[in-house]
């Protein structure tokens, strides 16, 4: 886990003054499958003396959440949690489980490649994805005879090499490493390409101070990227919230309702903001923790036990409003993508009415292979008091939105209660209250 320091301006909301008609100018639209295929989780399969040891439990929890993409390091080859991962994760894939695999310190890319052949010979397509060194800043690489920073970048473009360098996996995209940003050494730049080094950008967000995620996940290029010309896919590989509610500063932990409400909000800031990929950290809380005293221990969408919290509940009840999940890898970097800006009178506008002070409003539009539209609108307002370590509950702002064209139903869906929908209506314009978190809005045809 990465912790971020630094304050940033809100980037990409729009801000709604007293009133405004077709508030949105332009929507970004995506598929309601595509979106699905965007959630991915963390886990932690070495992990033998805690919650992951069950690999059993695990999988009940991935099939609970209807998701099917996962991100662990790569396991060894010697160890007893090494080969219980490697059965744990060839288990994984026959459960139709794809997996991104992060090369470790101790691997070879000779080595890493064969481990993804025999996976891959095992289900095609069980590899999503390879990616680089987790966070250097934190664990420092040697290879080569070389370490630190250095290290870590021979390292990275060696396994590209042999990964493009080998005919049966080339297709599979090699994601950069993370945690070179947080060294600030000015001796790495990657100029104007990663070509050589990595097919996608990857960074890790954790919103600090238990803000909302907006601030660090936008539309604008990743800072450590900035001098890139290429167009590149952008993935975030540890996004999170901890479940032990605290004041103070940095990454601090929240209540359950509020990590729910995190997560759902980061999902649909990254979808709106050109994000392929998202994975949660993380499924499990490792390890119990009755005392509160170990934050790490907390990230889990299930508790030690296995209990879904808030946030597993509103992801499943996501999955099933939306409906749709594809047995390919849809969202892979290495893929085209079918984003597009739509204006928003051939999709859906808002009419917000509300008193003189500003919020950040966002939108998304989502379709189904059907044709059913489904509008996402929610606003970022504080919902954790970081001075007493207290969930904010925001007052929830009537709109108006207007779909293109009439509707034989509306159904309005709040993920956070329930995968029912919470109102029922026809025509083509509906109220909808928007709160601090995502709500749903379908029309059927």
Request: aromatic share 8%.
């Amino acid at each position: 886990m990465r912790i971020v320091a630094i304050l940033v301006v809100v980037i990409g909301a729009v801000v709604i003054p007293t009133r405004i008609q077709k508030a949105y100018g332009q929507v970004r639209s995506i598929s309601t499958s595509q979106l699905v295929q965007m959630i991915g989780v963390n886990v932690h399969m070495r992990y033998t003396d805690g919650a992951y040891a069950n690999s059993t439990n695990v999988l009940q929890a991935l099939r609970f959440l209807g998701v099917s993409h996962v991100r662990d390091v790569m396991p060894g080859t010697g160890a007893p949690a090494d080969m219980q991962a490697r059965d744990a994760l060839r288990r994984m894939v026959f459960e139709g489980i794809k997996l991104n695999l992060i090369f470790s310190g101790g691997w070879r890319p000779a080595e890493a490649v064969e481990l993804v052949r025999n996976l891959e010979k095992a289900v095609p397509g069980s590899v999503a994805s390879v990616e680089g060194y987790n966070e250097i800043n934190n664990f420092p690489v040697a290879f080569d005879d070389q370490s630190g920073l250095a290290a870590a970048v021979a390292g990275q473009k060696a396994l590209y090499q042999s990964i493009k360098g080998s005919l049966d996996v080339r297709p599979i995209p090699v994601i950069d490493m993370t945690g070179f940003e947080m060294l600030k050494d000015p001796k790495l730049t990657y100029g104007s390409s990663l070509e050589g080094c990595a097919d996608a950008m990857n960074v890790h967000a954790y919103a600090q101070n238990g803000q909302q995620p907006s601030i660090w996940i936008n539309p604008e290029k990743i800072e450590a990227y900035k001098s890139l010309q290429q167009v590149l896919p952008k993935v975030i590989t540890e996004f999170g919230y901890a479940t032990m509610p605290q004041s103070g500063w940095l990454v601090i932990g929240v209540d359950e309702r509020t990590q729910a409400k995190g997560l759902l909000n980061g999902l649909f800031d990254a979808a709106r903001s050109g994000y392929d990929k998202l994975y949660i950290y993380e499924l499990l809380d490792q390890k119990p923790d009755p005392a509160s005293k170990q934050l790490e221990f907390h990230f889990g969408l299930f508790t030690f036990e296995n209990r879904p919290k808030v946030a597993a509940q509103a992801i499943r009840n996501l999955v099933q409003v939306l409906g749709e999940r594809e047995s390919g890898s849809a969202a892979e970097p290495n893929r085209p993508k079918p984003n597009s800006m739509l204006p928003s009178n051939g999709y859906f506008h808002l009419d917000v009415q509300k008193p003189e002070r500003g919020d950040p409003f966002f939108t998304l539009g989502l379709t189904k292979s059907n044709g059913t539209q489904v509008a996402a609108v929610w606003r970022e307002t504080m919902f954790w008091d970081r001075a007493t370590g207290q969930p904010l509950e925001a007052d929830g702002i009537t709109a108006t939105l207007t779909f293109d064209k009439p509707c034989d139903s509306i159904k309005v869906y709040d993920v956070l209660r329930s995968s029912e929908p919470t109102a029922v209506s026809t025509g083509g314009v509906v109220s909808v209250v928007i709160g601090d978190h995502v709500q749903l809005v379908e029309c059927v045809n």
